[in-house]
């Protein structure tokens, strides 16, 4: 009789262990999911910063280009901005060209093929 209410007991003692295991790994994948998630956030969150400063050193570069300029050759500020502006427009338009012939989607067609198989 002893090993009969013993088996139970012990089925009993797997099942209510297991469900005790389960319960640990969901509060474990939570918490790393969490560490995760805040990790990332915290990583944007510098991305982002370090992306306003790259702007506002391209921006005080650009400005230093327009004294120089004007200061080298005594052009006024705003002819000096407008040569700056005209050479930085044709770099950006030949980046933009460079990489627009390199793209791997100009040479899919936009369209499907309007050629039938059948014959």
């Known amino acids: 009789m002893n090993e009969q209410s013993s088996l139970p007991n012990a089925i009993s003692n797997v099942i209510s262990d297991l469900a005790d295991l389960l319960q640990k790994e969901v ?6 999911l969490s560490e995760k998630i805040s990790i990332t956030f915290r990583a944007g969150i510098w991305i982002f910063a370090a992306a306003i400063l790259s702007i ?3 921006l ?29 427009g044709v770099a950006a338009s030949a980046v933009f060209a460079k990489v627009g012939l390199m793209s791997p989607a100009r040479s899919l067609p936009i369209a499907p093929s309007t050629r039938s198989s059948r014959t």
């Not at 004007?70 to 500020?77: F, R």
Request: hydrophobic share 70%; aromatic share 2%.
């Open 60 to 88: 005080l570069a650009v400005q230093a280009c327009v004294l120089a300029l004007s200061a080298a050759t005594g052009i006024a500020l705003h002819w000096s901005s407008l040569i700056v502006a005209a050479i930085l």
């Open 56 to 58: 506002v050193a391209v």
């Open 27 to 32: 509060r474990l994948a939570r918490a790393e």
